[in-house]
């Protein structure tokens, strides 16, 4: 069974870090474009920061100098280490990834995963 799994979430006082990361697994041909979301209470979802097989990133305006996007892609890993949080930044994250096999090439959601920025 393909799936994403996310982890590393959790609490966090304001100008901490966290480091989520998210894995796909299972029969995996290969791994495209993958991206962060975001989803607070409220609001609509997100795109914080996606990043090409290549290494090209893209990254929202509210968070450039504070998060970073990376992968592995040996590992079919992409990570997003968050510095400087603030309160606003709370909110369920999820994964993104574009999954590819012999002509074909899907999307997957992680389950998400929540962050909490609270002194």
């Known amino acids: 069974q393909v799936r994403l799994v996310e982890s590393g979430g959790g609490l966090a006082q304001p100008g901490g870090s966290l480091r989520l990361s998210c894995t796909a697994s299972?029969?995996?041909?290969?791994?495209?474009?993958m991206a962060w979301y975001r989803q607070a209470p409220g609001k609509q979802r997100e795109l914080v920061a996606g990043?090409?097989?290549?290494?090209?990133?893209n990254i929202i305006e509210s968070v450039k100098g504070r998060f970073t996007i990376s992968r592995d892609n040996a590992q079919n890993t992409v990570f997003l280490q968050m510095d400087g949080l603030k309160p606003e930044d709370t909110a369920v994250y999820y994964c993104?990834?574009?999954?590819?096999?012999?002509?074909?090439?899907?999307?997957?959601w992680g389950q998400g995963t929540q962050v909490t920025v609270s002194s």
């Open positions: 299972g029969r995996i041909f290969g791994v495209e474009d």
């Open positions: 990043i090409t097989r290549q290494g090209i990133t």
């Open positions: 993104w990834a574009q999954l590819v096999w012999p002509r074909i090439l899907d999307v997957y």
